[in-house]
């Protein structure tokens, strides 16, 4: 379908609250938003297709087995996959992809139709996304949202909310978290320590890995990797310090979190450059 009249259709449906309209078929119509969901069009990628795709695998539109099948196409090598490790305008697909992935993990939580062999492979190739992409901008001017840390910290939360993931994938999460904080090329300042905070909430909250487990992850960030150049000095601290002090109050209201949050003060006591004022 051309773009300008995908455009217009999927702009009707929105307007209509996502019905369907007579004589379309939306898994048909899906595909071609798969095919178009990185386009740098940020009313089409993201207000458009992003928005309609999100209802109607959440709203029951599409069928088990449809949602089933953009799972694989949104895991692909042209999606998920594409230009993976570059930083260019592949990154939409990419960002755009996983959004898809969380949306599907969404419904198979409340649903459960993906078998627990798929269910790891599709967190396998979430993990790989989220630990090998280098594009972590948030927004792009003229281009709009690609919010790489927040999109994949929306899939790795629905994943982390999943039974079918236990101990080993729950720390693999964290190691994913971490490394996606400690970043020294691009300051984190749409929030996305926020989205990241809430999967590690998630997996806090499953009580499966130990408290001083917990404890020893935070403590890690005590190692900020400093290359003693300034500007790249200052963006890993700021990064890390946000990641935490988004943590620390996400759960210093709950006394069983007294001990977590003790350490998360000692660390951010400890790194912070204004400590001792």
């Not at 455009?7 to 379309?24: M, Q, R």
């Not at 992003?50 to 695998?57: E, G, T």
């Not at 459960?112 to 630990?131: G, M, P, Q, R, T």
Request: proline share 1%; charged share 30%.
């Amino acid at each position: 379908m051309e773009k300008q009249a995908l455009k217009e259709l999927l702009k009707s449906i929105k307007n209509n609250d996502y019905d369907v309209p007579n004589g379309v078929n939306p898994y048909e119509l899906s595909l071609a938003m798969m095919d178009n969901i990185g386009d740098i069009d940020s009313e089409l990628r993201d207000d458009l297709i992003l928005s309609n795709l999100d209802r109607w695998i959440n709203d029951g539109i599409l069928s088990r087995n449809e949602v089933y099948e953009l799972l694989w196409i949104a895991l692909d090598g042209e999606h998920i996959s594409k230009g993976l490790g570059d930083i260019n305008d592949s990154v939409f697909c990419r960002t755009f992809s996983v959004e898809i992935v969380a949306g599907i993990i969404c419904r198979h939580r409340r649903e459960n139709f993906i078998s627990e062999s798929d269910i790891e492979k599709a967190f396998n190739s979430v993990l790989k996304f989220y630990n090998d992409d280098k594009d972590v901008r948030g927004y792009v001017e003229d281009k709009g949202w690609a919010h790489g840390g927040a999109h994949g910290a929306d899939a790795l939360d629905e994943f982390a909310r999943c039974e079918e993931i236990g101990y080993g994938g729950l720390k693999k999460i964290l190691h994913s978290i971490y490394k996606k904080v400690n970043v020294n090329y691009y300051r984190y300042i749409h929030f996305e320590d926020e989205r990241m905070v809430t999967v590690v909430k998630a997996i806090i909250e499953r009580k499966i890995i130990p408290t001083k487990e917990v404890e020893d992850w935070i403590r890690n960030f005590s190692k900020i990797k400093k290359t003693g150049i300034y500007q790249k000095d200052l963006v890993i601290e700021f990064n890390v310090t946000t990641f935490l002090k988004s943590l620390y109050f996400r759960l210093v209201e709950k006394l069983e979190y007294e001990q977590i949050t003790n350490v998360i003060r000692e660390v951010v006591k400890q790194i912070s450059r204004f400590s001792k004022y």
